[in-house]
T-cell receptor
């Protein structure tokens, strides 16, 4: 059974800092890994999708990496802004998606 | 990408009653998924709904409690039956996009409170 762990559970940083969110999974037989953002009481917004054959994906200030053999992914956020405050979820897809518990990020002005 | 809408956006229901949640997608998709997000927790897959066949339920979820319909390639409903306060959650509809393989898109969710 796939298990997905996200560390840290919560993170508070001052505006402008670069930061890294971590996601680990137990079964490397996956199609892809997807990072989402969730604002309080809202649905999920897809940030980045990394196929199993890829090593990283970039979108603006976001960079996600995938090391399938070690079961790890990181989401790097550059020059953080208060608008980045949200919960970040990673999901591993192996036919169906398994989600981590998320990292709640607070960026202080 | 896919644009997904859900109705209702939120509801407050009495225990013992049932609520049907609708999910509409702006394009035809093969697979639709229903998730539950209990307060302070992550997402748990309830079932996968394919058009023309019965939904496939995950361990811990049964059809009598969460009946699902999938009448066509753009629409699905999830009913939460005989509700109890433990059913208070956000219910989310999701689809896999037709572009990037297996990329998932989510609706805005339905926030259900059972009193």
């Amino acid at each position: 059974k796939q298990e997905v762990t996200q560390i840290p559970a919560a993170l508070s940083v001052p505006e402008g800092e670069n930061l890294v969110l971590n996601c680990s999974f137990t079964d490397s037989a996956i199609y892809n890994l997807q990072w989402f953002r969730q604002d309080p009481g809202k649905g999920l917004t897809s940030l980045l999708l990394i196929q199993s054959s890829q090593r990283e994906q970039t979108s603006g200030r976001l960079n996600a990496s995938l090391d399938k053999s070690s079961g790890r992914s990181t989401l790097y956020i550059a020059a953080s802004q208060p608008g980045d405050s949200a919960t970040y979820l990673c999901a591993v897809n192996a036919g169906k998606s398994t989600f981590g518990d998320g990292t709640t990020l607070t960026v202080k002005p | 990408s896919a644009v997904i809408s859900q109705k209702p956006s939120r509801d407050i229901c009495q225990r013992g009653t049932s609520l049907t949640i609708q999910c509409q997608v702006d394009s035809q998709v093969t697979m639709m998924f229903w998730y539950r997000q209990q307060p302070g927790q992550s997402l748990t897959l309830i079932a996968t709904a394919n058009q023309g066949s019965e939904a496939t339920y995950e361990s811990g979820f049964v059809i009598d409690k969460f009946p699902i319909s999938r009448p066509n390639l753009t629409f699905s409903t999830l009913t939460v039956s005989n509700m109890s306060p433990e059913d208070s959650s956000i219910y989310l509809c999701s689809v896999e996009g037709q572009g990037k393989a297996y990329e998932q898109y989510f609706g805005p969710g339905t926030r259900l409170t059972v009193t």
